[in-house]
């Protein structure tokens, strides 16, 4: 049986329609279950939709629909820009599904029974758009923590989880599991924030609104957003307090929860915790990943710089803003996104490197060999050793860098193979060779070497880049080259096949005239 391996994404809130800062979670989470199912894992891939909560019916109160019309409406355009992105998910959740209404109920009412939940009455200081309470101590500057947005004075009664009962269980897991909590910058954050000043108890209902999951043993009271929201991870496989399925005793745990670096706290306090109360086994690892900023500035409507992932998609194609998206993002640190970076990168990585090796490699086949592959002959060079030992190196380094979540050092561990294989097509002139018969065979090696390493670069980026991928395999004729086990020797092509007519993977932009039409699509007067 192949290892199993289970990541999910956080659920996007059903509040609008989703910027190109949130669409980079789901990119990010699919190019590393792509790569796993690559290296025979048996993958499960979970995203979905939060579609409960007071700032929901408010939403829909102004544009003057039901809640569910809302969220229906909100939900089949955040699935619509999954698809767009090629997510490749096995399961699309939806809080407002049937069956996770009725099992949240359940684990309501069972930590309510046993007495990891009780009733009591509320009074704080509420935060709608992060829908959260706070203290007047964890204000800054009179203002919400999270979002930095007014806070208004609640007073309500409520249901509250027993958070403390369970602290001490929490710290000597994440003290145990050092690899819990990722980067080590975010598990600093959540132990010396949240954890040494000691928890307070988590209200888990309100009364206040209606649009949520009916607390069935108390009229009038919804279950509040963390345990509905945070359960989707364990109702999506089946999970049931009176009996669970096969899909949740084949999955769980997660080994990844990708999340944004803003809802840490919420994955590593408050649903462990609940797991705990639970008595089931606790993720692996969450990632907390950066946040992606316009220049240095977040996004939002308001400010009227906000950047939609489907209108890149129409000006650049999917795979380029994947690759953007992928390539551009440190692990650790906030990553920015310009117009101007992405025609830039498009150009340096996509069209001059990477469609330029592939295009020049095929190419000179059909020049001098009638598209014929030919066979390596003779000895090797240096350059020929430099450039097969890079080749073999890359699926290793690959995987170590995608393994800790760093896809950026992959995409330039890529590059820098794409790279160097050009730099081969210059030390070695082709084009020089194919005049002297006598060096037809060393001719007939060096252009093998270039399509092989075109066959690992078409391997190895089909989770960054699914149909560019699939494009270089098939212009090499390469068949079924796929999953990492294709590239443990160099030289998996066959000398003899019958290489495709090449055409460009990417074609070269005009800087002017690709951020004008960008700019224009997005409505921006000017870039």
């Known amino acids: 049986m192949p290892q199993k391996f289970y990541i999910t994404t956080a659920i996007a809130y059903t509040s609008r329609k989703p910027h190109i800062g949130n669409s980079y979670e789901i990119v990010l989470t699919d190019a590393i279950a792509r790569f796993k199912r ?11 939709t939060d579609e409960h909560g007071q700032k929901i019916e408010d939403c829909a109160k102004q544009a003057g629909v039901s809640p569910k019309e809302y969220v229906d409406s909100i939900a089949a355009e955040i699935r619509t820009l999954c ?24 684990i309501f009412k069972k930590l309510y029974e046993q007495g990891d939940i009780y009733k009591s009455k509320y009074e704080g200081l509420y935060c709608v758009p992060c829908e959260s309470f706070f203290t007047q101590s964890q204000l800054v500057d009179g203002k919400c923590p999270d979002c930095g947005r007014e806070v208004s004075p609640a007073t309500e009664e409520a249901y509250f989880l027993r958070l403390g009962k369970y602290q001490k269980r929490l710290e000597d897991y994440i003290e145990q599991n050092p690899d819990f909590i990722y980067p080590e910058s975010r598990k600093r954050e959540m132990v010396n924030n949240f954890l040494k000043p000691g928890l307070q108890d988590l209200c888990v209902s309100r009364s206040s609104f209606t649009w949520g999951v009916p607390v069935d043993f108390d ?21 049931d307090p009176d009996g669970s399925g096969e899909l949740f005793e084949r ?24 797991l705990m109360a639970l008595g089931q086994e606790l993720p692996h690892k969450v990632f907390g990943h950066p946040w992606l900023l316009l220049g240095e500035d977040k996004m939002s409507k308001s400010k009227g710089n906000v950047i939609y992932a489907d209108a890149l998609v129409e000006e650049l194609g999917v795979d380029a803003v994947r690759w953007y998206l992928l390539a551009e993002m440190p692990h650790a640190q906030d990553g920015s996104i310009t117009l101007e970076r992405v025609v ?11 469609g330029n090796l592939v295009q020049r490699s095929i190419s000179m086949v059909g020049k001098y060999f009638g598209g014929v592959l030919p066979a390596p002959q003779g000895e090797e060079s240096a350059q020929d050793r430099e450039l097969k030992e890079l080749a073999l190196s890359s699926l290793p380094a690959v995987s170590e860098a995608i393994d800790g ?20 097509v210059d030390e070695t002139a082709p084009w020089v060779l194919a005049k002297d018969e006598d060096l037809r065979g060393r001719l007939g090696t060096v252009l093998y070497n270039l399509i092989e390493v075109c066959r ?3 391997v190895l980026l089909e989770p960054f880049m699914p149909a560019t991928a699939k ?57």
Not at 86 to 92: L, T
Not at 344 to 354: M, S
Not at 505 to 527: D, H, Q, T, Y
Request: one cysteine or more; proline letters at 3%; aromatic letters at 12%.
């Open 38 to 48: 690559m290296a025979g894992f048996d993958v499960f891939f979970l995203t979905g």
């Open 219 to 239: 009229e009038g009271h919804i279950v509040y957003v963390w345990i509905d929201a945070l359960s989707n991870y364990i109702t999506a496989l089946g999970y």
């Open 471 to 527: 494009e270089i395999l098939r212009q090499l004729n390469a068949g079924d080259s796929v999953g990492t086990q294709s590239l443990a020797s160099f030289g998996g092509i066959a000398a003899g096949t019958e290489l495709c007519a090449p055409s460009p993977l990417f074609a070269r932009l005009k800087p002017e005239e690709a951020l004008a039409s960008i700019a224009a699509r997005l409505g921006w007067a000017k870039v």
């Open 251 to 274: 999955y769980w745990p997660a080994d990844a929860h990708v999340i944004g670096k803003d809802i840490l706290r919420f994955h590593t306090i408050y649903w462990p915790i609940l």
């Open 83 to 106: 698809d767009l992105l090629g997510a490749s998910y096995n399961k699309f959740i939806r809080t407002t599904d049937d069956y996770h209404e009725k099992v949240v109920q359940k």
């Open 344 to 354: 830039e990168r498009y150009n340096a990585d996509l069209a001059n490197v990477l």
């Open 456 to 458: 690992f670069l078409g």
């Open 405 to 424: 979540f760093r896809l950026a050092d992959a995409c330039e561990l890529l590059i820098e193979l794409a790279k160097r294989a050009n730099k081969y």
